[in-house]
């Protein structure tokens, strides 16, 4: 192996500029006159050691026909090898343009940094080479009986009958791309594999909130569709299954809203195409005829052309859409003809059963629209879609409609199988039982919206203070209660079996960077169920997404358990008002169709 050393200039010059320009003037006058130039004393600056001792070793390699081969690297007039100047692996800096043109091109190097062992490895021919110099590296490792070994450097030739696995990092969490699975049992396997290869070592797939409500990691798990080419590929052999599939989530939008994460809406990773831009959905419904009529099978980069321009959010960015097309036929990208459809509204879930819950909702609903068409105009929600599908009742009202779907056409999946997905996203959050009625407050879905942008930076900033609750009376007795939030009496919604509901959004911390900063939230909530007839309290609540008494918490919950114990003590009964007579104030649009009332439009 050959010690590979920093470039003393360059180091010079990076981290003790004011001698660097010492010597440059040095040599500039000695050379006038003749005169050499003036020695540096490295030993006089700091950190001079990075230089003087190796960076690294690198050992010439190659490999032919006849076997592998290597050689001593020599530049001419040069006493050292000097990698060029940088900061990233000493394999990336190797100085081959100067070394002899009947030299090797390849190297394979070591080095440490920071506090890591590290081997790069060099671009090798073929897939059979880089596996054996591997396995040399391993074996060489245990002999040695090293430390683990960080490999990095280039990986093998790709071969599309590979099943590949890749990791990557991304803020706050670990990106792991599955290989592709034919069968729903193969899916399974993978995905348990990586549940319990990363609860082995610590990792997990959701975090605490500081008031103990159980997030997502914010890292998604899109679900991606295809076939084994782009010309054997479900969508082109089917033109309709796309156009079908597009109809029914519209339709639906507790598809879009159920297994996403916190950011919904325009401004989220995913927006559906009715909330991105004005008059789009006419388009759309264009294009998704153009679908339908298509023979099979369909020329593959038309299907892309159809669905590139409609398929995307409100700044016209392609890859950030529900259903993304960008992986399907696209000629402006490498990795753009792999024949697949991206579904992105889907978050990574807690749990296994979660996850594997939701593929077979989606496989099972592609596998029904392959023979059974989803035909119509694309649904049009209106202000229901940001008001009414926000609310627990309602979305699963909707999502038992999807369930209704697969049993009709012979997929029966039970409804107890995606109840601990509505309970993750939309937790119970206090609920009460008395002499023929119930009363529950439950989480509810908010839409946060972008704020301008500030700085020119590559992310967006949200305004998250506002807050959604949904209230719900249910029991033989519900249609004889009002319920009062803040002294304000809210108009509840009549739903199937003789419950009532409704939305309340109230401003849940203040933000003066947000949308609205002169906005101050009224915390605790006030929440009063009243007996129409007599007009007195039958219960008070108070409720809060922080701490009731007020304050901060002193950092986030340390477990499940200290997490449960906090978003228990955010709602608690008020007996003290029990009997009292109700005092509150009718809206004068109590008879909107609106199912939420938005507290923040009633000030003072």
């Known amino acids: 192996p050959i010690p590979v050393f920093e470039d003393a200039a360059a180091w010079l010059w990076r981290h003790h500029p004011a001698e660097a320009a010492k010597l440059r003037l040095t040599v500039l006058r000695d050379s006038r006159t003749l005169g050499a130039p003036r020695q540096v004393d490295w030993q006089q600056l700091d950190g001079w050691e990075s230089i003087a001792n190796p960076a690294g070793w690198a050992l010439p390699l190659d490999c032919s026909e006849e076997g592998w081969r290597s050689e001593n690297w020599v530049i001419p007039g040069e006493s050292e090898f000097s990698l060029l100047p940088g900061e990233s692996a000493i394999g990336l800096r190797l100085p081959l343009h100067r070394l002899p043109t009947d030299a090797l091109r390849r190297a394979i190097t070591a080095e440490i940094r920071d506090g890591e062992f590290t081997i790069f490895l060099p671009p090798m021919p073929d897939f059979d080479r880089f596996s054996e110099l591997v396995a040399r590296v391993e074996q060489v490792t245990q002999e040695l009986d090293l430390p683990p070994v960080a490999l990095e450097g280039y990986p093998p030739i790709f071969d599309p009958a590979w099943e590949c696995l890749s990791l990557a990092s991304d803020p706050g969490v670990i990106e792991v791309n599955l290989p592709p699975a034919v069968t729903f049992s193969e899916l399974c396997q993978g995905l348990r594999t990586l549940h319990e290869s990363a609860t082995s070592i610590g990792l997990c797939a959701r975090k605490l909130a500081?008031?103990?409500?159980?997030?997502?990691t914010g890292g998604g798990a899109h679900i991606l569709f295809g076939g084994?080419?782009?010309?054997?590929?479900?969508?082109?052999?089917?033109?309709?299954?796309?156009?079908?599939?597009?109809?029914?989530?519209?339709?639906?939008?507790?598809?879009?809203?159920?297994?996403?994460?916190?950011?919904?809406?325009?401004?989220?990773?995913?927006?559906?195409?009715?909330?991105?831009?004005?008059?789009?959905?006419e388009e759309l419904e264009i294009a998704l005829g153009a679908l339908d009529t298509l023979r099979a099978p369909a020329d593959p980069q038309f299907i892309d052309r159809l669905l590139r321009s409609l398929l995307l959010d409100w700044h016209g960015n392609t890859h950030r859409a529900e259903l993304c097309v960008d992986k399907f036929c696209n000629p402006f990208s490498p990795g753009g003809r792999l024949g697949v459809i991206e579904l992105r509204a889907v978050e990574m879930m807690p749990e296994l059963e979660m996850n594997l819950a939701v593929n077979l909702l989606f496989r099972g609903l592609l596998t029904v629209m392959m023979e059974h068409r989803v035909t119509g105009p694309f649904p049009r929600h209106g202000m229901a879609l940001h008001d009414r599908f926000l609310l627990p009742l309602v979305i699963q009202q909707d999502f038992e409609e999807v369930l209704e779907f697969l049993s009709s056409h012979g997929i029966d999946l039970p409804m107890s199988w995606f109840r601990p997905i509505f309970e993750f996203r939309m937790p119970l959050l206090g609920a009460w039982r008395s002499d023929g009625l119930e009363f529950e407050l439950r989480q509810a879905l908010e839409i946060w919206s972008a704020m301008g942008d500030s700085g020119g930076g590559t992310s967006r900033k949200v305004d998250a203070a506002t807050d959604r609750i949904q209230l719900r009376l249910s029991g033989e007795r519900a249609d004889q209660f009002d319920v009062a939030v803040n002294g304000w009496k809210i108009p509840l919604k009549e739903a199937a079996g003789g419950q009532r509901f409704a939305g309340v959004r109230f401003q849940a911390f203040t933000n003066d960077y947000g949308l609205n900063p002169h906005l101050r939230p009224r915390l605790p909530l006030q929440i009063e169920v009243v007996d129409r007839e007599s007009g007195l309290i039958r219960r008070a609540m108070e409720y809060s997404p922080w701490l009731l008494e007020g304050g901060y918490y002193p950092g986030r919950p340390r477990d499940e358990a200290e997490a449960r114990v906090r978003e228990a003590r955010r709602f608690r009964l008020v007996p003290d008002c029990v009997g009292s007579r109700a005092e509150f104030r009718s809206p004068a649009d109590a008879g909107s169709e609106r199912a939420t009332f938005d507290l923040r439009l009633r000030r003072e």
């Open 210 to 216: 500081f008031n103990g409500r159980r997030f997502g």
């Open 228 to 281: 084994p080419s782009l010309e054997d590929n479900p969508f082109v052999q089917r033109p309709h299954l796309l156009a079908s599939f597009i109809r029914f989530l519209g339709a639906h939008p507790s598809l879009s809203y159920c297994f996403t994460g916190a950011y919904l809406g325009p401004s989220c990773q995913a927006p559906r195409p009715d909330e991105t831009i004005p008059g789009l959905l």
